[in-house]
């Protein structure tokens, strides 16, 4: 079991109120991402579930049980930090036992578990190294089983690939993908990648100045975007938006469209513009477009190759059908 | 890419280095020296280096004239007793204030540390009458107590200094892994921190066998140290050189032991956290 309700909670340090009142619902065995830029409050926000924190007011049920004042270990949470967090001077096979032999496990069983955690997390070879032998990987992967051996509520990530490059972090992404369907446990993770939260969640949730903008599925969050925070920050590369009397002639202050719904043609659209600095990646090609009557220039994506030099003359059309209009608040119009 | 070295400049280096290094060790080569001499020969002009007639004379004599293993027992009590009953208290102290700072914990160090700025001799007359109103005057006990209060100190700021290098994400991590905070400071902080914790023993230790001016004051015979017992051969009846140089080598022998040995983890420890 592990379905956590966080109600009307509040953190302040000092004067400084980094939450604002907040209410989330996590259900058991879902993946709950919360994204936003730094200094967001994410981790904060991690940190009073793991109970790290003290809540300044407000309430935080686990499973039912209010769980506000109880202290961490005893929440049934494990938690993975970013910086792996793992007792150097202590071997893999005694790191990975350390939350049973605090828990006063019998040392068969302790065994047992280290083993099948190891087994999982490919980690067999390693159980007698220190966690100063091994690669970021590896090291990851040790926190992770720490954290397995517990038979925890929930997992909490706390941004836990972003030490690591570009090429393991995809890996990683996968594995923790595939323990989560495993486990099938409540696992809430925190990053500031949004290709993370809409590649791994079940639920985004996404933060900003410690308010929550939006809850949803990464599809919900990429078709309906309830703000112009949210449509910004959610797809890469991120949405354009237009204003002025572009805006207008929609019935809206601003309006949003995805690179990848613009279509472009030398012969004629509704925008026309100036090819700037172009991308190519083979599989995709972004080209930046100048329109008239916008200094921003917009971001076009085309699938493929296409031929297309800096400074040629270009007609632009925006799907109709993917066309967010929001207000002078930034709120969506629908 | 390394620096290149010239032999030449290299060579320089080492002679220069060795030249310091023996300059600051001349005092106790003397001392040793002088230990072998006899009296005369100790206040010669000019002095004699190493031409002299070598003797144990004044060993034996001071070995008769006094009995150096109750000094010898005296030191070993009180230094050891004030250096860890010093780092007991300072563990948890020095763990608040690397972990859970408040506002002041900066304050509080300065003050602390300010208590060193005053000459001992400021607070001898107080403190000697609460020893005579305790009954701890020439009491081991009392010595213990002293020395440990005097040097806390600094055993608060190195081992604060020792733990702020600790990244507090690893006690997190042992708080969500169940540990209580005895767990945790037994487990992870204590076994992260032994170098630090090492040195700041062995450096606390060497600074209360050395210390003279409270063994000095406070103790007459019962609890009296080898400080004392040095002390003892710059008496009244005059100086004698040889004698006071022979004890003061025996006083000095254990300790420059236990340096000699432990000087990787004296090193180790007072340059932790200078380069990272």
New interface residues.
Partial sequence: MGQITLKQVTKSFGDLQVIPPLDLEINDGEFVVFVGPSGCGKSTLLRLI?G?EDVTSGEISIDGQIATDV???KRG???V???Y?????MSVRKNIA??LR??KTSPEEQERKVTEAARVLNLTDYLDRKPGQLSGGQRQRVAIG?AIV?EPAAFLFDEPLSNLDAALRVNMRLEISELHQTLDTTMIYVTHDQVEAMTMADKIVVLQAGVIEQVGSPLELYRNPANKFVAGFIGSPKMNFLDGSIAAEHNAATIGVRPEHISVSREGGTWRGKVGVSEHLGSDTFFHITIDGMNEPLTVRESGEVDLRRGDEVWLTPSASHLHRFDAKGLVIR | MARAVKPQRKAINTAVAWSIGLLIFFPILWTILTSFKTEAQAISDPPVFLAFDWTLENYGIVMERSNYARFLWNSIIIAGGSTILGIMIAVPAAWSMAFVPSKRTKDILLWMLSTKMLPAVGVLYPIYLLFIKLGLLDSRTGLVLVLMLMNLPIIVWMLYTYFKEIPGEILEAARMDGATLREEVIHILTPMAVPGIASTLLLNFILAWNEAFWTLNLTAAKAAPLTAFIASYSSPEGLFYAKLSAASTMAIAPILVLGWFSQKQLVSGLTFGAVK
């Fill in positions: 793991a790290l202290p961490p270990a949470l494990a938690m930090f970013q910086s967090a793992l007792y150097p001077h350390f939350p605090m828990a720490r517990r």
